[in-house]
């Protein structure tokens, strides 16, 4: 239990500093360690986890917070709780102590033109491993030509409209729900 | 202390329009309660003007000359754009504690939901129901995604060499399954190289100028 907690926590501080263009971007190395090198979930699970977080209220990485309560689940309730907190103090804590500090010296930094070269050099980097995360969850999600469908249609909608996200995502669960039962 | 109430919803308070620090009194409690709105209310895309609209426009907390600069400091450090918006703009009103309080706020409830969903999933998540709603939410989810890369892609590519190191990058992880901090450490240093602050039209062969130690005096 108490290793699980540490992995937990190692795990994701480390990515905490890594996510630069938000948490979306730790998503590969986040699934390799829980469904590849520490054995907390299934790869179905992990794609199960992640969705329902994308689909519930919060910042984007509350997907940390499923991991860390699926990977002490074992232990019991009250455990699982216990590793969900630390995975997600894990996540959020050590990047905003660096936004906390950071602000102290911004105020030198902000005029200098290498600002723009590290957030331009940061956006394609950025890019692909958004691409690589879409890459592990089209490949457990779209499994059949109906969530094929499904998918490209929620690209559609969400690169055309303006539809709130969480709508379409309990849409496309209700719309699932009759169609595939 | 919070006797006075502050009505700054009307449009023209107070003749003069966002003036630069407006030193206004904000309450812990007006933190917590805007920051629970917040993060139960923010799902993804489009946040960050979200919250101008919310802190500079509708409450004038901050100007957009205090607002901006935190949104660039953000947007170029790790994490969620949202949290760090929260520990600056709390440290910006109350300093180490109204950062504490944003932080908290924003992220307490969206834990509780969260942990309720997981809970629901893991007790109910192997009914034949339940599958059929994961597919679709799941298959959602990868549309959501895609039009992620879609947007990012859209900012990021400036160039062809951008295209190259979109695809380094995706290679290094699909393919040399290293993890993500040991991918940036190699491709960020190409990146910023490329991307290094260039005089215009001047000989490519110039050393790039050294705008490190620039202090004001």
Not at chain 2, 138 to 159: D, N, Q
């Amino acid at each position: 239990m108490n290793k699980t907690l540490l992995q937990l926590a190692g795990l994701f501080s480390s990515l905490s500093l890594s996510a630069f263009g938000g948490g979306k971007v730790v998503l590969p190395s986040m699934h390799q360690a829980s469904v590849g090198e520490y054995h907390w979930m299934t790869n179905q699970e992990f794609v199960d986890l992640f969705s329902i977080s994308m689909a519930a209220p919060g910042p984007s990485m509350m997907v940390v917070t499923l991991v860390g309560l699926k990977a002490c689940l074992p232990y019991g309730t009250a455990i699982a709780i216990l590793g969900a907190l630390v995975a997600t103090l894990a996540m959020f804590v050590p990047s905003s102590i660096l936004v906390y500090f950071a602000g102290n010296w911004w105020d030198h930094w902000k005029e200098s033109p290498w600002r723009h070269s590290v957030m331009n050099a940061i956006l394609p980097i950025s890019t692909g491993l958004i691409l690589a995360a879409t890459w592990i969850i089209a490949k457990t999600s779209i499994h059949s030509l109906p969530t094929a469908i499904m998918g490209v249609v929620a690209l559609i909608l969400m690169l055309f409209t303006k539809i709130n996200p969480v709508l379409m995502m309990g849409a496309a669960g209700l719309i699932s729900w009759v169609f595939l039962r | 202390m919070s006797g006075e109430a502050p009505h700054p919803d009307r449009e023209e308070v107070a003749g003069s329009s966002p003036s630069t620090s407006l030193r206004v009194k904000v309450s812990l409690l007006e933190i917590a309660s805007l920051f629970c709105f917040i993060g139960l209310t923010s799902f993804g895309g489009g946040i960050t003007a979200y919250i101008r609209r919310m802190v500079v426009t509708q409450k004038r907390w901050l100007s957009d000359e205090e607002f901006m600069p935190g949104l660039g400091l953000v947007q170029l450090l790790p994490g969620a754009n949202v949290v760090g918006l929260s520990v600056y703009i709390g440290n910006h009103l109350k300093g180490p504690v109204g950062s504490l309080v944003a932080l908290a706020s924003l992220l307490a409830p969206p834990f509780v939901s969260t942990c309720a969903l997981g809970f629901l999933y893991f007790h109910a998540g192997h009914t034949a129901d339940a599958h059929a709603v994961l597919a679709g939410v799941t298959a959602a989810a990868c549309g959501l995604m895609a039009s992620m890369v879609f947007e990012a892609g859209g900012e990021a590519i400036k160039g062809a060499f951008d295209v190259v190191l979109i695809l380094i990058t995706f290679a290094l992880v699909r393919f040399a399954h290293l993890h993500v901090p040991t991918v940036i450490l190699i491709v960020a240093p190409l990146a910023i190289w490329w991307h290094r602050p260039r005089p215009p039209k001047v000989n490519p062969k110039l050393k790039t100028p050294d705008t490190g130690g620039s202090t004001p005096s």
